[in-house]
């Protein structure tokens, strides 16, 4: 397949559902997805999104959101998804919010970003926002549209 052909192929599942999916040649396009999880939930869409990704021209890896302590990714999408507690960070988000309020100067200054806060209709939803709020004033926002069914 030369780069900038699709081509269509056949999937099969487990379940023997036969699937059709277009693939596009060429390399693809990095993204970071980083979640902040207790019970698994934030993962598990990380890990749905990151798949959705890859059938959209990206090659997205996941991982915890203290794993972005001090290195958020430029030149890419970064896409976050956490959940709160109380309006408390996840436990594997803890530190990546204290290194955010302690930034000083233009350390995160050209992350392109997303947040994805999860929680309950009746959760405190300060977490997501402070979180938001934070990585605005030094990186950049972009338009970022997912659609996840639950079952």
């Given at each position: 397949?030369f780069?900038?052909?699709s081509q ?5 599942s487990?379940d023997?559902k036969?699937e059709?999916?277009t ?10 997805i980083?979640?902040?999880s207790?019970?698994g ?6 890990q749905?999104?990151a798949?959705a990704a890859s059938g ?9 959101l ?10 890419e999408p970064?896409?976050?998804i ?5 309006g408390e960070?996840?436990?594997n ?5 204290q290194w955010?309020q302690?930034?000083k ?7 392109q ?9 009746k ?6 926002l ?11 926002p972009?338009?970022f549209?997912?659609?996840i069914?639950?079952?």
């Amino acid at each position: 397949m030369f780069s900038g052909e699709s081509q269509e192929i056949q999937v099969s599942s487990k379940d023997k559902k036969i699937e059709k999916m277009t693939v596009s040649g060429g390399a693809k396009k990095p993204m970071a997805i980083f979640y902040g999880s207790n019970t698994g939930t934030c993962e598990a869409l990380a890990q749905t999104l990151a798949n959705a990704a890859s059938g959209h021209g990206y090659s997205a890896r996941v991982a915890a959101l203290d794993s972005a302590t001090d290195s958020l990714p430029r030149g890419e999408p970064v896409v976050v998804i956490t959940a709160s507690y109380e309006g408390e960070p996840p436990d594997n988000a803890a530190h990546f919010m204290q290194w955010l309020q302690n930034l000083k100067g233009s350390e995160i200054e050209g992350v392109q970003y997303a947040v994805f806060g999860c929680g309950h209709r009746k959760s405190n939803p300060s977490s997501h926002l402070r979180l938001s709020n934070l990585l605005s004033l030094q990186a950049t926002p972009f338009q970022f549209v997912a659609a996840i069914s639950a079952p």
